[in-house]
């Protein structure tokens, strides 16, 4: 066999060893499923065996689930039944063998590969860090498809299968033993002492009957058609308010597992087969399914050929919101942090911010009070220039002002080593202009945290004129062990999301000071899919920060950058936003109301067709989009668009940035931005690429771009 290896023990015990050749990972494709089901209908036949163990030759991985690149591929609803009846029915035999098999969970186990878990007989995972089991299909717009929303409830229950399913949520070891969603867990080099445990009692034939949560305490009122009503509707209205039904996919597993509960297997298989076929040939599918493949192509992109350095010893200075962060994020993943302070007060200042982030950890049972306080152990701070000589990596914070940040450089490259790396987190300023009187320059970078550090996964990775190769693989090898996506941007004003993003906030107030009122502008925005209207995400940002990187791209890009008045007046005010609990709105606690006061800088009383809200706000950020593809500020379509969904929440439902230019025809947003600039002027004018994509009729996931 290609895919699998088998062995058979004197006593009658079959290994089933799954090991695809020239792969990191165990999926189950097309070919797979094939080789498996030729071997498990000569197990059929096998009157010898009395056990067989399944398990993974891979390191870190049981099985990954299905292969995505054939569901994506898929051309039709008779390919995707097709796969999906593959699956189903290779499943079903597995189940029907006539001896007990089980699965050995060492690494992840996800979809197929639980849902070949969920066929077996027993379950065995190991208590290991790297083993997670879930469901995590709803991620990429589609539901368990070979017979996961048919077998996870008899095992857990109805109401916590719908939550597994629907929240992707991927369990350790312990709590899927906790679950009964497995029979046992234990420490990896335990795994084969209790493989021979299962031997001996299959071989005494008292190997005990699974553990299951129904089978325990929860199974009888679930069977009440009105409790399950009320699960389902309960669920459905979370997720409404969450998703505002733009995924399909969470909905469509409560309906199923409506309509199927109480059913034959094969009755459940079938509306689970045609659920899945429907989702699976939705756009939105097909946009969550390539923004995977982009983040996984991501993972393996170094952004340069150079070996990376490894980092253990950190140092932050500029203790702020970002700084502090950015500090967490290195002591969570078991760095030791020095931070550079200017008082004791903002040392304080600093570590109670970095407790508060482990203390919301904490309240989700993913770190206890001892952890958190051996973490703790390795941050460290001082005043003055001490203690940062084994500091092999450091990271600035401060201000973005680039006098300041050269004076930090200055002084903290008389205490470095010479190969130790420093980064600046600012956001606009260039990395060569800030290099320019460093005296090692190659070691110099910008690394581009965005808030807040604890929740958003991009990382934009610029380098300067001087930066070397090897500080480059450095930084992006070090983004990534930190749990980020960084993405290569080309130094220039703004880098890439800041660029992009600007013109859709700036073109949100212009429509305010024309008349439109400021919730009117955020709601349609939020009915778009963007996580939040431009207006609280400014006030979120800060009005002071807003202002300074607006003039910071009016004096690069001229004209249609030119910032609006109206925030300088904000800031005479000091309505800075929800740090000073005042922007374009009032906060009070968790809500906010308009600022009546912003109303007086309106300067005209005119009223827009909503949908003429939505094109200004996202053709303008096409625009500028495409211009940063054509000044080759990052290396293509496909990374401007996992930039834009994880930097900004660019709603992924839509693919990214510039796959919903691509759903609008290229040709119908030059024709826009077209009628745009007629009425508005400048910063609607098309890009010279986008006008040649027009004539070509191209597009920018059909082409090169």
């Known amino acids: 066999m290609k895919y699998f290896q088998y062995t058979e023990d004197e006593d009658g015990i079959g290994t089933l060893l799954f090991d695809t050749p020239n ?8 070919e797979t499923m094939d080789e498996l089901n030729v071997f498990l209908e000569h197990l059929q036949t096998e009157t010898n065996l009395k056990a067989l163990f399944i398990q993974s030759a891979k390191d870190g991985i049981f099985i990954a689930g299905a292969d995505i690149h054939e569901i994506k591929t898929a051309k039709n609803e008779n390919e995707v039944n097709a796969f999906i009846q593959k699956g189903q029915n290779l499943f079903n035999k597995l189940e029907k063998l006539t001896f007990p098999v089980i699965a050995l969970i060492d690494g992840m186990c996800f979809g197929g590969g639980l849902e070949l878990a969920l066929a077996c007989s027993y379950r065995i995972a190991t208590s290991q860090e790297h083993t997670r089991i879930g469901f995590p299909e709803v991620n990429l717009g589609i539901l368990p498809g070979f017979g996961g929303t048919q077998r996870l409830s008899p095992l857990v229950g109805y109401a916590k299968a719908i939550e597994l399913i629907v929240g992707a949520k991927l369990l350790k070891g312990e709590k899927a033993l906790y679950l009964g969603l497995v029979d046992a ?17 299959i071989l005494e034939g008292s190997l005990p009957k699974r553990i299951t949560k129904q089978a325990q305490n929860i199974a009888w009122y679930e069977n009440l058609s009105f409790v399950r009503e009320m699960i389902g509707k309960f669920a459905k209205k979370k ?83 970002m700084g502090s962060g950015i ?66 990596f450091l990271l600035e914070a401060v201000n973005e002002d680039i006098l300041m940040k050269q004076e930090v450089y200055e002084a903290f490259e008389k205490v470095l080593s010479q190969d130790a790396v420093i980064a600046s987190n600012t956001s606009s300023i260039s990395i060569s202009a800030l290099a320019k009187t460093l005296q090692y320059p190659h070691r110099f970078i910008g690394m581009h945290f965005f808030n807040p550090v604890n929740k958003m996964p991009l990382v934009e990775i610029i380098a300067g004129e001087k930066t070397d190769e090897q500080t480059i693989s450095t930084v992006v090898s070090l983004a990534k062990e930190l749990g980020k996506t960084p993405i290569k941007i080309k130094d220039s004003p703004g880098f890439l999301v800041n660029r992009v993003l600007l013109p859709y906030i700036k073109e949100a107030v212009l429509m305010f000071e024309e008349g439109l009122d400021i919730t009117l502008i955020d709601e349609e ?31 690069a890009y001229g004209e249609r950058m030119i910032p609006s008045d109206m925030m300088q007046k904000m800031l005479t005010k000091n309505w800075l936003g929800k740090k000073t609990k005042k922007g374009f709105y009032v906060y009070d606690n968790q809500e906010h109301i308009p600022n009546e006061g912003i109303y007086a ?60 230019a691509d759903s609008l025809g290229i040709k119908h947003v030059v024709t826009s931005l077209q009628q745009l600039y007629s009425v508005y002027g400048e910063r609607f004018k098309p890009s010279k690429l986008l006008e040649d994509m027009a004539q070509k009729d191209s597009s920018f996931y059909g082409g090169a771009l």
């Open 239 to 321: 997720i409404l308010q969450k998703t505002k039904g733009n995924y399909p996919a969470p909905l469509t597993v409560i309906d199923v597992m409506q309509k199927s509960f109480s059913k034959p297997l094969e009755e459940g298989l079938r509306i689970e087969r045609e659920a899945e076929i429907k989702l699976v040939m939705s756009p939105v599918s097909k946009n969550l399914i390539e923004l995977f493949l982009i983040a996984e192509e991501l993972k393996h992109d170094t952004f340069s050929t150079s070996k990376p350095k490894k980092i253990m010893y950190t140092a932050v200075v500029g203790t702020g919101t």
């Open 327 to 392: 500090a967490w994020l290195m002591n969570y993943h078991d760095m030791d942090v020095r931070l550079k302070v200017r008082s004791y007060e903002s040392a304080a200042k600093a570590i109670k911010n970095i407790r508060k982030i482990y203390t919301a950890i904490m309240k989700r049972h993913r770190l206890d009070t001892r952890e958190v306080g051996l973490k703790m152990d390795r941050v460290s701070f001082h005043r003055e220039y001490i203690g940062f000589k084994n500091t092999e």
């Open 23 to 30: 792969s990191s990972a165990n999926v189950f494709s097309n």
């Open 525 to 555: 925005l939020l009915l778009f899919g963007m996580p939040m209207g431009p207006f609280e995400l400014l006030d979120t940002v800060g009005i002071d920060v807003g202002a300074s990187v607006s003039d910071i791209l009016y004096k």
């Open 601 to 660: 800088f309106q300067k005209e009383s005119s009223a827009l067709d909503k949908q003429i809200i939505v094109e200004r706000a996202i053709l303008i950020m096409i625009n500028e989009a495409s211009r940063c593809l054509e000044e080759n500020v990052v290396h293509n379509a496909r990374y401007l668009d996992m930039a834009m969904v994880m930097g900004t929440g660019f709603p992924a439902f839509r693919g990214g940035l510039m796959k919903y």
């Open 185 to 201: 867990c234990v420490p990896k080099g335990y795994l084969d002492f209790k493989k021979e445990e299962y031997i001996k009692l």
